[in-house]
């Protein structure tokens, strides 16, 4: 199984900030990595499919991108509603394999 | 609009077999390139593949649990079942059923979940 590796598991910002994080596979994907969303008691969201490619009706903040098998989602200007966890996912090979989440707090 | 919606049993004994459906709408199943994906999470954990039917009835499996896992459609329904055998109190999580979203990439097919069921509960115990 390909292993998906988040950093950091939380971070905390405060609104208008610009936060990074980081999603490291264990093997090359050839740019078959998806973000999620997550509130608490929804379903995850996807965001950003195929590295960087804006999920319809995503905001324009959100934006993806790769350095070999270091994937990273950035969200420019947060907002409020962007306190979520963030999940990555493999879809280069089954099992479709996720990061353990990193948690975005209020600072 | 795609939608879709998982129901089955809030409690299950251990070592009994979780029969879990997935009725959706807004797409055919049956349409080349589709495909529906069931998806676990337990309480306080990342989400965990478990299987994915395509249009053309290929299915996959988690590895970890092939040997408990089946998956069906029925076209006709609108419906994707899944059936997980000799159920363990490490099974409790929230369940979801996800549409497949697929692209043409570089190298091959991609795929991502685009919308998800609002999952049902389901809790393992004597």
């Known amino acids: 199984d390909i292993q998906m590796t988040q950093s950091p598991s939380s971070l905390s910002a405060s609104i208008g900030d610009t936060v990074t994080m980081t999603c490291r596979a264990s093997e090359v994907l050839n740019s078959y990595l998806n973000w999620y969303q997550q509130k608490p008691g929804m379903a995850p969201k996807l965001l950003i499919y195929g590295t960087s490619r804006l999920q319809s009706g995503v905001p324009s903040r959100f934006s993806g991108a790769a350095s070999g098998t270091v994937f990273t989602l950035t969200i420019a200007n947060l907002q409020p509603e962007d306190f979520a966890t963030y999940y990555c996912?493999?879809?280069?090979?089954?099992?479709?394999?996720f990061g353990q989440g990193t948690k975005v707090e209020v600072k | 609009q795609i939608t879709l919606e998982e129901s089955g049993p809030p409690l299950v004994r251990p070592t009994q077999t979780l029969t879990l459906t997935c009725t959706f709408s807004g797409f055919s199943i049956s349409d080349e390139g589709m495909g529906v994906a069931w998806i676990r999470q337990a309480p306080g954990k990342a989400p965990e593949w478990l299987a994915l039917?395509?249009?053309?009835?290929?299915?996959r499996f988690s590895p970890s649990l092939r040997s408990r896992l089946t998956i069906t459609k029925d076209t006709a329904n609108n419906q994707v079942v899944l059936t997980l055998t000799d159920m363990d109190p490490v099974d409790t999580a929230t369940y979801y059923c996800a549409h497949r979203l697929f692209w043409r990439g570089y190298h091959k097919w991609g795929d991502a979940f685009d919308v998800w069921g609002q999952g049902t509960m389901v809790i393992v115990s004597s």
């Open positions: 996912q493999q879809s280069y090979s089954t099992p479709r394999t």
């Open positions: 039917i395509y249009w053309d009835d290929d299915k």
